[in-house]
């Protein structure tokens, strides 16, 4: 087993650590207090409804504490939770119908596909922040060897599912060597080896939508510093449902009712945090403005334009 470094930081983002336990009560009194449009075109009875029922499940219970996701409970939205049954129909619909959720599932796969495609014996790549880091576990590595799979996340029980699911699959035993790192992302002085270029790729998803801007230009110089000469970036972001002109991004087709209800559990019934949406264009700015090559920055969309992967290469020396 493969010590884990611990080098320190407060910074994070996603989710608390040991929050206080969920006031059901004082919640379900805020939600009489509002406005019938916070609900938008749910009743409030059904809010309520919906509130009792995340309240009653263990991934609704961490999001009404936590309004955000740690690595465990991403790995269920995206994975896990499928394979489970007699969920209460509130889970059931947060796991098949939320449109969010359905978007990170298509992006997994567009980011395994990059990465099987840029992929090479002898590379360094690092899932920043990590999570279960299923990205690298769970790729498909074809006869690539000599291969160095690093986890950073801040919470450490990210970082401890994450070594127990690299010690327990088998098959790349002698390709692969896993390494875990407990590091905030953000800092700008202990971070990423003080500025060294260690890795070939970085692979990011989850962090950026639950940072401001500054932060995010900060995470950015961090990715391309610890990146070497030529070495790819490839992240995701949440876009808007409209750019700034109000010209649609989404393609919303059928799921217009899906969109509404998902906003009112996500954000007027569970308040989450990960609510820093950006465009296209934004992104763009954000990876230029930190050294990375216009020329390089290229998209991949999922169905809806929801949760688009971004990816960027650093230039070579
Ligand atoms: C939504 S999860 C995404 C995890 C993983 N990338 C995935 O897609 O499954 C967000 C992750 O960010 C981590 N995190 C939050 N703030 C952080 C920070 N400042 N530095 C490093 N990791 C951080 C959390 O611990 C959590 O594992």
């Not at 969920?22 to 938008?40: G, H, I, T, V, W």
């Not at 990960?274 to 090559?293: C, I, V, Y």
Request: glycine content about 8%; some cysteine; proline content about 3%.
């Amino acid at each position: 087993m493969m010590p884990i470094d611990v080098i320190g930081g407060d910074h994070l983002a996603s989710h608390g650590e040991g929050a206080d336990e969920f006031d059901l009560e004082k919640r379900q009194e805020e939600l009489k207090a509002m406005a019938d449009s916070a609900f938008y075109g749910m009743t409030r009875d059904e809010a309520l409804n919906h509130l009792e029922e995340l309240h009653s499940s263990q991934l609704g219970r961490f999001l009404l504490e936590n309004r955000g996701l740690n690595g465990q409970w991403t790995a269920y939205l995206i994975k896990d939770g499928l394979e489970k049954s007699s969920l209460n129909f509130t889970e059931t619909w947060l796991l098949n119908r939320a449109p969010a959720v359905l978007a990170t599932r298509e992006r997994f796969g567009i980011f395994q596909k990059q990465l099987k495609k840029h992929l090479k014996a002898g590379m360094s790549i690092a899932s920043v922040p990590c999570g279960r880091m299923d990205d690298l576990i769970d790729l498909d590595i074809g006869d690539a060897s000599d291969l160095t799979f690093t986890g950073i996340d801040l919470d450490q029980g990210s970082l401890d599912l994450a070594r127990e699911k690299s010690d327990s699959v088998s098959g790349k035993e002698n390709a692969v060597t896993y390494s875990y790192e407990n590091r905030d992302a953000l800092s700008p002085d202990v971070g990423w080896g003080l500025g060294e270029a260690r890795f070939d790729i970085i692979t990011s998803n989850g962090l950026n939508i639950y940072l401001k801007d500054t932060d995010v230009d900060l995470l950015y110089q961090n990715f391309y510093k610890a990146l070497k000469p030529g070495g790819l970036l490839i992240t995701s972001f949440l876009t808007q449902k409209e750019d700034k002109n109000g010209t649609p991004i989404w393609e919303v087709g059928d799921v217009q009712d899906n969109l509404k209800k998902q906003r009112t559990i996500f954000a007027t019934i569970i308040g989450v945090q990960w609510q820093n949406l950006r465009t296209e264009e934004e992104t763009e700015d954000q990876l230029k403005r930190a050294g990375f090559e216009a020329k390089t920055i290229e998209f991949k969309y999922d169905k809806r334009k929801i949760f688009p992967t971004v990816i960027a290469r650093k230039p070579e020396l």
